[in-house]
């Protein structure tokens, strides 16, 4: 069975930052890519970032120059959130495609709340 555990969500004022962990657990051969979306209040859930395992990466359009993704050797991804905005306020999900001991699939984690205050 494999586990993503996130971490790192909070409330932040406009214009600060937070940084959001999620780690990978379970019979793992590889990961590729890993990445973030989020869902915000209303919305639908939308891609924020994505990392191959070469290092390759992508960003949603309202995310870029704010936000930098990257990951471990260790299976753990990271978000850097700066200049955070109240539009980035939802709840952000980590999301892997894992080639595992079970074959492969996508897996996600259980979500972290950001909040940013205006």
């Known amino acids: 069975q494999v586990q993503l555990v996130e971490s790192g969500g909070g409330l932040v004022q406009a214009g600060g930052s937070l940084r959001l962990s999620c780690a990978a657990s379970?019979?793992?051969?590889?990961?590729?890519?890993m990445g973030w979306f989020r869902q915000g209040p209303g919305k639908q859930r939308e891609l924020v970032a994505t990392v191959t395992s070469g290092g390759s990466t992508n960003y949603g359009d309202s995310v870029k120059g704010r936000f930098t993704i990257s990951r471990d050797a260790k299976n753990t991804v990271y978000l850097q959130m700066n200049s955070l905005k109240p539009e980035d306020t939802a709840v952000y999900y980590c999301?892997?495609?894992?080639?595992?001991?079970?074959?492969?699939?996508?897996?996600w984690g259980q979500g972290t709340q950001v909040t940013v205050s205006s």
């Open positions: 999301n892997a495609f894992v080639v595992g001991s079970r074959g492969s699939a996508i897996y």
């Open positions: 379970g019979s793992i051969f590889s990961i590729n890519p």
